[in-house]
């Protein structure tokens, strides 16, 4: 069913501008366009920085504290923000042509890239991913509709208004290119999934309730969503692993609490119970609370589901989940079966044990020794995302970047000869 009301037509409104100036975008232009938001980034941080002060005074008391530190601009952020801007811009446009080949009755067939048109974004309160979706949709040679909730939407429109449309504009680029629904009313998200014949794709980032929601209504009308509504990295420690490395990869899976990538459960070879308070000691030190169905010192009782993703619980964010399991194939399973198939990680000196995890883990990034917070398009790909796709689909999977925004065409040219 599709949404009603005012705000339908304020964002079919923001979409029809958004078609219509993607006529206008030129790919030279757009790299050249998004040199200048990276300029702009740096002109115009004491008024982003102010924008953003205001919001974080606003949501004090509404929102906990890890999405009070998704919210933060702060000049590192804005740093980071600028870098992966001019990033994108260096990169090298999308090839149309993907390979040609000539048929036995003399048809000419290429298969090709083309744009998806307006490409929806959905986010919360990340005021960097309006910058992030925005520089990778425009690249992919799509325009964007954004749409944040109550929390950034101050941060985002002066963004949009002060530093997005502006370079645009200032390289003879339609700045309705870069929609953006101006009401922090969840209507408004619904609207924007709402859409198929003006909005066909929209990327989801946020809670994992709220943005499959979202993805229920988007299927009811036709739309399709990259969704990034789960996450939680997993952490399996092998019998072979030094306490060290563990220590090492933990604390590494730890810096943030509020962020998808990082260490959420932990499996422990049951033959090594040392391991499991290896990793008690880590949160201990960090103030982390341990829970786990086992009886290990220092823990407390799990009381939600064993891949329950804690950095979306507002009230108990500082958790992590360690389990005991029988070895190898049980963790693989654990993570593939129980989790939300973000990232998966063993820590191990045993090669030939690692190689069979990172084969059998069937999630979008498979690690040895190294934390999935590296599960990340940056870090991983030198390219900010729009997010990471967790589908169990063929399609964009894992960091979903400007070279995933495209449909796939043929071409066909004959003579008019050829027939069937």
Same mark, same amino acid.
């Given at each position: 069913?599709?949404?009603?009301?005012?705000?339908?037509e304020l964002v079919r409104d923001e979409?029809?501008?958004?078609?219509?100036?993607? /006529?206008?975008?030129?790919?030279?232009?757009? @790299?050249?366009?998004?040199?200048?938001?990276?300029?702009?980034?740096?002109? &115009? &941080?004491?008024?982003?920085?102010?924008?953003?002060?205001?919001?974080?005074?606003?949501?004090?008391?509404?929102?906990?504290?890890?999405?009070?530190?998704?919210?933060?601009?702060?000049?590192?952020?804005?740093?980071?923000?600028?870098?992966?801007?001019?990033?994108?811009?260096?990169?090298?446009?999308?090839?149309?042509?993907?390979?040609?080949?000539?048929?036995?009755?003399?048809?000419?067939?290429?298969?090709?890239?083309?744009?998806?048109? =307006?490409?929806?974004?959905?986010?919360?309160?990340?005021?960097?991913?309006?910058? @992030?979706?925005?520089?990778?949709?425009?690249?992919?040679?799509?325009?964007?509709?954004?749409?944040?909730?109550?929390?950034?939407?101050?941060?985002?429109?002066?963004?949009?208004?002060? =530093?997005?449309?502006?370079?645009?504009?200032?390289?003879?680029?339609?700045?309705?290119?870069?929609?953006?629904v101006r009401s922090a009313d969840r209507?408004?998200?619904?609207?924007?999934?709402?859409?198929?014949?003006?909005?066909?794709?929209?990327?989801?980032?946020?809670? *994992?309730?709220?943005?499959?929601?979202?993805?229920?209504?988007?299927?009811?009308?036709?739309?399709?969503?990259?969704?990034?509504?789960?996450?939680?990295?997993?952490?399996?420690?092998?019998?072979?692993?030094?306490?060290?490395?563990?220590?090492?990869?933990?604390?590494?899976?730890? @810096? /943030?609490? *509020?962020?998808?990538?990082?260490?959420?459960?932990?499996?422990?070879?049951?033959?090594?119970?040392?391991?499991?308070?290896?990793?008690?000691?880590?949160?201990?030190?960090?103030?982390?609370?341990?829970?786990?169905?086992?009886?290990?010192?220092?823990?407390?009782?799990? @009381? /939600?589901?064993?891949?329950?993703?804690?950095?979306?619980?507002?009230?108990?964010?500082?958790?992590?989940?360690?389990?005991?399991?029988?070895?190898?194939?049980?963790?693989?399973?654990?993570?593939?079966?129980?989790?939300? *198939?973000?990232?998966?990680?063993?820590?191990?000196?045993?090669?030939?044990?690692?190689?069979?995890?990172?084969?059998?883990?069937?999630?979008?990034?498979?690690?040895?020794?190294?934390?999935?917070?590296?599960?990340?398009?940056?870090?991983?790909?030198?390219?900010?995302?729009?997010?990471?796709?967790?589908?169990?689909?063929?399609?964009p999977r894992g960091p979903v970047t400007? &070279?995933?925004?495209?449909?796939?065409?043929?071409? =066909?040219?004959?003579?008019?000869?050829?027939?069937?």
């Amino acid at each position: 069913m599709v949404a009603d009301g005012p705000l339908l037509e304020l964002v079919r409104d923001e979409a029809l501008a958004a078609r219509t100036a993607l /006529r206008r975008v030129v790919p030279a232009a757009v @790299d050249a366009a998004l040199g200048r938001v990276a300029q702009l980034l740096a002109e &115009r &941080r004491a008024d982003l920085l102010e924008a953003n002060a205001n919001d974080l005074a606003a949501a004090k008391g509404r929102l906990d504290a890890g999405a009070l530190d998704r919210l933060r601009l702060d000049a590192a952020r804005l740093d980071a923000m600028t870098h992966g801007v001019k990033a994108t811009a260096a990169l090298d446009s999308i090839e149309r042509e993907v390979r040609s080949w000539t048929l036995p009755n003399g048809l000419e067939v290429s298969e090709r890239r083309i744009p998806v048109g =307006v490409v929806g974004a959905n986010f919360e309160a990340r005021p960097n991913v309006a910058v @992030d979706i925005a520089a990778q949709v425009l690249k992919s040679g799509n325009a964007v509709l954004l749409r944040t909730g109550a929390a950034a939407l101050g941060t985002v429109t002066a963004l949009v208004d002060g =530093v997005l449309r502006p370079a645009f504009e200032e390289h003879g680029l339609p700045g309705a290119a870069v929609g953006l629904v101006r009401s922090a009313d969840r209507a408004g998200a619904e609207a924007l999934v709402s859409l198929p014949e003006l909005v066909p794709l929209v990327i989801l980032r946020g809670s *994992g309730a709220s943005t499959a929601a979202l993805a229920r209504i988007a299927a009811a009308n036709g739309v399709g969503t990259l969704a990034h509504a789960e996450g939680g990295g997993v952490l399996y420690a092998h019998a072979a692993a030094s306490a060290e490395s563990l220590a090492a990869v933990a604390r590494a899976s730890l @810096d /943030r609490l *509020g962020v998808c990538n990082r260490l959420n459960l932990a499996l422990v070879d049951r033959g090594a119970p040392e391991l499991a308070h290896v990793l008690v000691d880590v949160c201990a030190q960090l103030g982390i609370e341990a829970r786990s169905t086992a009886d290990l010192r220092g823990t407390l009782p799990l @009381d /939600r589901s064993r891949g329950y993703e804690w950095a979306a619980d507002a009230e108990r964010v500082a958790t992590v989940t360690i389990e005991l399991v029988d070895g190898l194939d049980e963790a693989v399973r654990i993570a593939n079966e129980e989790t939300s *198939g973000l990232a998966a990680t063993i820590v191990t000196a045993d090669e030939e044990a690692a190689g069979r995890f990172l084969d059998d883990y069937r999630g979008t990034a498979a690690f040895w020794n190294a934390t999935t917070r590296f599960t990340d398009g940056f870090e991983l790909l030198g390219i900010p995302e729009t997010g990471v796709n967790v589908d169990r689909l063929p399609g964009p999977r894992g960091p979903v970047t400007y &070279r995933d925004l495209f449909l796939r065409q043929y071409r =066909v040219v004959g003579d008019g000869k050829q027939r069937r």
